[in-house]
Each structure stands twice: as structure tokens, then as C-alpha cells.
């Protein structure tokens, strides 16, 4: 059974920063495309990163560019998100995702497999 299980959320202030994880269980993290999406009530689920977990290639969303930082440990089985300078518009429920394949329409949320459970991020002014 696969299992994507998030951690590294909290609450922090504006121009901080914090790391999330992604663990995943049952499936190589180094295997396909993974990726961090977040989402805020009465939003639709927003593509933030991704990698290519077969190239390391790294995709963002314009609105994280320079901020944010999508890695993995292959030994660990894990992916990380590092958010730095974070702010007020960063907040909300962060998902790990999986799919097979390439990262191609890395943000389409339809093309994923496995979703995590999220972790919370929120960040005051």
C-alpha cells in the first residue's frame, strides 16, 4: 500500500522559513514525478514544485520562484520543500503527490496517483 505522509508544517512569521517532508511508504520516492501542492479554503488545490525524480529537473510556480526549493534524498526515500521568506500569501494546507511517469503538466492535480494526508503552514504578518 502507498503512503505519502507529510511533516514540517507550523506557523511562523513573514520572511521566515520552515522544511517540509514528504515520506513516502510502499513506493520509491526516486521513482516518477513528485510534487507539493497547496490549498486554502474555498481555493482550488495549487501546483507549487515539482521534480523529475529520474532527471532531478525542478519545476515551481512562478508565484515560489527564488523562494522555494524542492529536493530529495533518495536514501531517505523522502522529498523536502524548503520555503523560505515565506509570507501571508504562502499560508494554507500543503500536499505531497505522486505520479508515474515524467513531470510533464507537472501541476495538472488530475494526472497524480497518490496524494498525502497535508500539513499546515501559516505564516503571520
Known amino acids: 500500500q502507498v503512503q505519502l505522509v507529510e511533516s514540517g508544517g507550523g506557523s511562523v512569521q513573514a520572511g521566515g522559513s520552515l522544511r517540509l517532508s514528504c515520506a513516502a511508504f510502499?513506493?520509491?520516492?526516486?521513482?516518477?514525478?513528485m510534487a507539493w501542492f497547496r490549498q486554502v479554503p474555498g481555493k482550488e488545490r495549487e501546483g507549487v514544485a515539482a521534480?523529475?525524480?529520474?532527471?532531478?529537473?525542478?519545476y515551481y510556480a512562478d508565484s515560489v520562484k527564488g523562494r522555494f526549493t524542492i529536493s530529495q534524498d533518495n536514501a531517505k526515500n523522502t522529498v523536502y520543500l524548503q520555503l523560505n521568506s515565506l509570507n501571508v500569501e504562502d499560508t494554507g494546507m500543503y500536499y505531497c503527490?505522486?505520479?508515474?511517469?515524467?513531470?510533464?503538466?507537472?501541476?495538472?492535480?488530475?494526472?497524480?496517483?497518490?496524494w498525502g494526508q497535508g500539513t499546515q503552514v501559516t505564516v503571520s504578518s
Open positions: 521534480t523529475d525524480t529520474g532527471t532531478g529537473s525542478g
Open positions: 510502499g513506493v520509491s520516492a526516486s521513482s516518477g514525478c
Open positions: 503527490a505522486m505520479k508515474w511517469g515524467t513531470c510533464t503538466a507537472p501541476f495538472a492535480t488530475l494526472l497524480y496517483n497518490y
